[in-house]
């Protein structure tokens, strides 16, 4: 939060306007997830005021719509979520809260309309939603038939859903599992080319300490020959002194 809080104030020392509305978003967002709704709202409606890109504020209308239905603001919620019903990328999500709202405030025959919208959806969670939703309605008026029908789609519906997200997470243990190998194998060789990279520096280092005491032999060698005439001479003059 403190960090969108910087964001926003950078944006506005910067005059980046239409990085100004993302930070309001992001700030709401925040205030979302630890359930201080009201603030959420407050900076879900200035980022909606301030922008003007279609597709960043059909974003913002989404999220505050279905916050206003989450504190039971009815008629705002429909101001935000209406508009969206002709986006296709939002037209799901706008018609199933749209359902929801009339379906709490009891109005069974918009809420059918809109669930019946959406009831072939391809999204299964949103049509599990939907079937559970209808087979609540059919249950209030007595279409015990039709109930059966909508809670036994909404049956089959869940256990779909609950097998996907059982081979996600056989899927996610799997691609841990192999990581964990992959990450191990690389450490191996890792260490095998460290170790072999050790050998290397120590044949080269009995290799150049060879070469030095080879060389220094060879130059005591040499030294050795050029000092022995050196030497004759000075006995040679040293003698001839004593004698005469």
Avoid: W
Wanted: net charge positive; aromatic share 12%.
């Amino acid at each position: 939060l403190d960090v969108y809080r910087k964001n926003l104030y950078l944006y506005q020392s910067m005059g980046e306007n239409r990085r100004i509305p993302l930070a309001f978003r992001n700030i709401a967002r925040m205030y979302s997830a630890i359930s201080a709704k009201d603030s959420a709202i407050h900076f879900y409606e200035k980022a909606y005021k301030m922008t003007d890109d279609t597709k960043s504020k059909c974003s913002i209308a989404s999220e505050l719509g279905c916050l206003y239905y989450e504190m039971n603001y009815a008629e705002k919620a429909k101001s935000m979520l209406y508009p969206l019903s002709v986006f296709p990328h939002r037209k799901e999500n706008a018609i199933l809260y749209l359902g929801l709202l009339y379906h709490a405030n009891k109005q069974k025959d918009s809420a059918r309309y809109f669930f019946n919208q959406i009831v072939n959806s391809r999204d299964l969670i949103k049509k599990s939603v939907v079937h559970e939703c209808l087979a609540l309605l059919e249950e209030e008026e007595g279409n015990k038939p039709e109930a059966t029908f909508h809670q036994l789609q909404h049956k089959l519906l869940q256990d779909s859903i609950s097998k996907m997200m059982q081979s996600d997470e056989l899927e996610n243990q799997n691609l841990s599992y192999n990581y964990a190998r992959l990450e191990k194998a690389y450490a191996e060789l890792k260490q095998e080319k460290e170790n072999s990279q050790d050998f290397i520096f120590i044949e080269l280092l009995i290799g150049c300490t060879s070469c030095i005491v080879f060389i220094v032999l060879l130059i005591r060698k040499k030294k050795g020959i050029s000092l022995k005439p050196q030497n004759n001479a000075q006995l040679s003059t040293i003698f001839k002194e004593k004698i005469f």
